[in-house]
């Protein structure tokens, strides 16, 4: 199993960004997929999360109604659509998924700041 994010980076407050995770090795339209973050000196945090079938979503209160999160089970990725960015939705963005046990990815860091 092998989840590889991509799509961080600098954005100033009131921007957007589409974080990705491509994933591999598993059959990915029968798991369920996940964003978490991670602030610096916190916590890791769940975010969002996409069902396997029917594609259900369910959301942290604190991006409800700013990010998105989507499937694309013929490509095998799941993506993280960020609007309206605060400051204090900086943090490294990591995709999760359970297949026998907890599968992570390295990560991809988000900035925002003027």
């Known amino acids: 199993v092998k989840l590889v994010e991509s799509g961080g980076g600098l954005v100033q407050p009131g921007g957007s960004l589409r974080l990705s995770c491509a994933a591999s090795g598993f059959t990915f339209s029968t798991v369920g997929m996940s964003w978490y973050r991670q602030a610096p000196g916190k916590e890791r945090v769940w975010v969002a999360t996409i069902t396997s079938i029917g594609g259900s979503t369910r959301y942290a209160d604190s991006v409800k109604g700013r990010f998105t999160i989507s499937r694309d089970n013929a490509r095998n990725t799941v993506d993280l659509q960020m609007n309206s960015l605060k400051p204090e939705d900086t943090a490294v963005y990591y995709c999760?998924?359970?297949?026998?046990?907890?599968?992570w990815g390295q990560g991809t860091p988000v900035t925002v700041s003027s």
């Open positions: 999760y998924t359970v297949y026998g046990r907890d599968y």
